[in-house]
Each structure stands twice: as C-alpha cells, then as structure tokens.
C-alpha cells in the first residue's frame, strides 16, 4: 500500500496521533455507525485501538487509508479495501468522511485516486462497495459519491439487517466497478 495525494488531500497510512481526529471526526458519529454497521466509539481508548488494529493490518498487507485535508492537517475520513482476493482480483471498499465535509467533493476525490490506484496499480478487476440504506441522507450522499466515481448499482439485498435501535429493516446496497470502467 502507498501513499497517494490529490489536491485537497493526503491519503496515507494511520498514525496513533490521529485518534484525536478520528475519535471526533468520525467515531462518534452514530448515523455512520448505522450506515457501515459498527458501533459508535465511547472513548477515545477504542478509538486508539482501531488504529493499533489497522496498523497491525499494514504488516500483513491490508489497505486502510486516513483521509488528512491538507489545509488543516485534520484526518477526516477513512478508506479501507477489505476482503481483498488475489486469486479473483477482487476486493471490497468503505469509506467514510466527518460530517463536516460531507458537502465537500472530498470523498469523490479521494475514491478516484484510490480506485485507480486498486485497479490500475495492484491489478484488481473489480471492486465493490456496500452499505445499508439506515440513515436516509448518508445513503443518497453515499450513492452520489459512488455513482460520480464511475461506480455502478450491482444490487438491494433487502432486508439484510434490523437497525437495534429502531427494529427497522435495512437494505444492503452494493455497488461495483471494474478495471475497464475506470475513467
């Protein structure tokens, strides 16, 4: 995994001196949790453990990029590729970004660089990204972003998860593009 920039942005790999930012900007954001289905931080302590956890990931080549605005050296988003399979040439994407700057093409911006990079440079042929439909306005800010990217609705597994909280079902969402629609 490298580093890449764009830019507004440095993506890079996670320090221990980001949880600060990552604890505020991102953690404890419960309409994020529900969306990317994990539970909202108590503390900054949790916070620091995800970081360990990713930083133990990049030994054993897993992707996990922070998001820092270049303006104000804040991390304010993550992009992690996941369940990557060599041998199909596949993998899985999430991402998020603060609420501060979802209005912002940020994440737009930062998911091209990425998906060029998995699919241009580390010869991926697909990657996919999916989320549950919870929180109404992350699902049309998320499904935007996706769709200007290049990437394209594959499918709504319905009702794929009961939110705790509501007792709702939610839909899952996936999306996908391959190395041939990359712009």
């Excluded at 916070?47 to 956890?53: A, C, D, G, Q, Y």
């Excluded at 133990?56 to 050296?73: C, D, N, P, R």
């Excluded at 998906?115 to 549950?132: A, C, H």
């Amino acid at each position: 995994m490298k580093n890449l920039e764009t830019k507004n942005l440095k993506i890079r790999k996670f320090k221990i001196e980001d949880a600060k930012d990552v604890y505020e900007n991102l953690a404890t954001e419960k309409e994020l949790a529900d969306c990317l289905d994990y539970n909202v931080h108590r503390n900054i302590q949790e916070t620091e453990k995800i970081l360990f956890s990713y930083i133990k990931e990049y030994e054993m080549g897993e992707f996990v990029w922070a998001l820092e605005e270049k303006s104000t050296k804040s991390v304010i988003g993550i992009i992690k590729a996941q369940e990557m399979s060599r041998e199909n040439k596949c993998c899985k994407i999430k991402f998020e970004v603060g609420a501060k700057w979802r209005k912002s093409d940020y994440m737009e911006e930062a998911l091209k660089k990425v998906l060029n990079y998995l699919l241009d440079e580390e010869g991926f042929n697909i990657v996919i990204s999916n989320f549950y439909d919870g929180n109404e306005e992350i699902t049309k800010k998320k499904e935007t972003i996706l769709k200007n990217v290049g990437m394209t609705k594959e499918a709504c597994l319905r009702s794929r998860k009961i939110n705790v909280e509501s007792g709702k079902t939610e839909n899952k969402i996936i999306y996908s593009i391959t190395k041939e629609e990359i712009a």
